[in-house]
């Protein structure tokens, strides 16, 4: 499945942005589908996973409270509202999928094996 993240800009530190991701083509029915960021100079690391099945959700110590991701009723779009963001937010961020995630794997960026080309937020302090 192909995804389409969007939704990133520049932002003032306080402010809050919504990134959107949806598969072409198809709905997220069947798919975990998690956000993960990559800061420059730094490895991808988790941000937030919502489960295909139940829509349980999972985040990040760094961003739980302040970030929150959800799915619309069809299924075909994820979320991540982002409020309060911190100049340590800057990052690209990327939405992934995958149909056959365990829940020990779910923050693992390896586990997923459809990405998204990514987004930027710039958060300026």
């Known amino acids: 499945v192909q995804l389409q993240a969007s939704g990133g800009g520049l932002v003032q530190a306080g402010g809050s942005l919504r990134l959107s991701c949806s598969p072409s083509g198809r709905s997220f029915s069947r798919y975990t589908v998690g956000w993960f960021r990559q800061a420059p100079g730094k490895e991808r690391e988790f941000v937030a996973a919502?489960?295909?099945?139940?829509?349980?959700?999972y985040y990040a110590d760094s961003v739980k409270g302040r970030f929150t991701i959800s799915r619309d009723n069809a299924r075909t779009t994820v979320y991540l509202q982002m409020d309060s963001l911190k100049p340590e937010d800057t990052a690209v961020y990327y939405c992934a999928a995958d149909s056959g995630i365990i829940l020990s794997s779910i923050r693992e960026a390896r586990q997923y094996d459809h990405w998204g080309q990514g987004t930027l937020v710039t958060v300026s302090s």
């Open positions: 919502i489960r295909h099945s139940g829509g349980h959700t």
